[in-house]
């Protein structure tokens, strides 16, 4: 006799970034009744895939920018991910419907403190070499100002761009400062506020209404629950 039951849902898949947001964001998931596996804990572990407390969803760990690349392109369903990374992608297959409220940081302009006094102000430069991550935000903010900006992609050592002649000033990520201090750079202008977001594969959304509507429902009322009165 053929087994007539209906077939099981395929695993739901949720990408989480590595680095700064992912302690922040482990607590909020638990709560929302998703929980990985001890292994994930396990500082030796080469794993990127893990098995959660709920038999219909994975977690896999990735780098920032790279969760919003898995979630846009339907590889992940669901996952968190600093606005930022939204921004500087774009990706119109994404859905962000929940600002988290953790991760909180600002992607900005800093430059030498005491640079060479040439004359001539940003505001008055017609072009200007930066050292980012980020490109396509860069480039709009500088030509906002009528500047062309000439992006030197790096992915980490950021603040060592202007003392080695690589760029004249750098944009990244700015929590405290006292990176861009101990480097001998200053904050000048702020490009963006940054906080995690949770987002959302618009045609899974539509697929997979009950679970993934289930989940957005449960992040929004946890992040209203401590909202102040």
Do not use: W
């Amino acid at each position: 006799m053929s087994d007539m039951s209906p077939p099981a849902a395929s695993p739901l898949v949720f990408a989480i970034p590595k680095g700064r947001i992912l302690d922040e964001a482990l607590p909020l998931l638990a709560r929302a009744g998703v929980v990985p596996d001890a292994d994930f804990h396990d500082k030796n572990s080469r794993a990127l895939s893990f098995a959660t407390s709920r038999p219909d969803m994975t977690l896999i760990r990735v780098r920032a920018f790279d969760v919003a690349t898995f979630v846009a392109h339907g590889a992940a369903q669901m996952g968190i991910v600093g606005s930022d990374v939204i921004d500087e992608f774009d990706y119109s297959d994404l859905y962000a419907p929940v600002d988290l409220g953790i991760g909180h940081c600002r992607l900005s302009v800093a430059e030498p403190a005491a640079p060479v006094d040439n004359g001539s102000g940003v505001a008055r430069e017609s072009h200007a070499r930066v050292a980012t991550k980020y490109p396509n935000l860069t480039r709009r903010h500088f030509e906002s100002l009528g500047v062309q900006a000439e992006c030197v992609k790096l992915n980490g050592a950021m603040e060592l761009a202007p003392s080695l002649g690589l760029a004249s000033r750098i944009v990244d990520l700015v929590s405290t400062g006292r990176t861009l201090k101990d480097n001998g750079l200053v904050e000048t202008s702020v490009i963006l506020p940054v906080s995690a977001r949770l987002i959302v594969n618009r045609a899974a959304l539509k697929t997979d209404s009950a679970r993934i509507g289930a989940l957005i429902d449960a992040f929004r009322a946890l992040v209203t629950e401590r909202e102040p009165a």
